[in-house]
């Protein structure tokens, strides 16, 4: 482990240290209940930020502000189209041939009665 042949002086020490500082941070009013709030921030009492209800405190709010989904292109849009259509005709496909083995159950079941 690398240790200092000499200790650092107090001078160069506070020198160092000197932009180590605490600031206050921006506080503002809120717009709509004149609240302090922290600057670019929701406003904690009321749930307004600029004007606008964006969070479920205020009563104003709706939630049908949630941006909307991203566009898909029309070869992505018809091959999504396609894929269920597909998924369909399987499950008929399966449908018809339980239906069969059940008719043809029940027939060799009538066959050994006699």
């Known amino acids: 482990m690398a240790v200092p042949k000499k200790r650092t002086g107090a001078r160069k020490q506070a020198t160092r240290r000197s932009h180590w500082k605490a600031i206050k941070p921006a506080t503002t009013k809120c ?3 004149g609240a302090t709030v922290l600057a670019h921030t929701v406003c904690t009492e009321c749930g307004y930020y600029k004007g606008k209800a964006v969070s479920i405190k ?4 709706v939630a049908e502000d949630v941006k909307p989904a991203k566009k898909t292109s029309t070869k ?3 091959k999504k189209a396609e894929a269920p259509v597909v998924e369909e ?4 496909e399966v449908k018809v041939e339980e239906t069969s083995s059940d008719d043809v159950k029940a027939e060799t079941e009538e066959k050994t009665e006699e």
């Not at 205020?58 to 709010?61: E, K, P, V």
């Not at 005709?89 to 008929?92: G, Q, R, S």
Request: glycine share 0%; proline share 0%; net charge neutral.
């Open 31 to 33: 717009s709509h209940c």
């Open 58 to 61: 205020s009563a104003d709010y």
């Open 76 to 78: 992505k849009a018809a």
């Open 89 to 92: 005709t399987k499950a008929e």
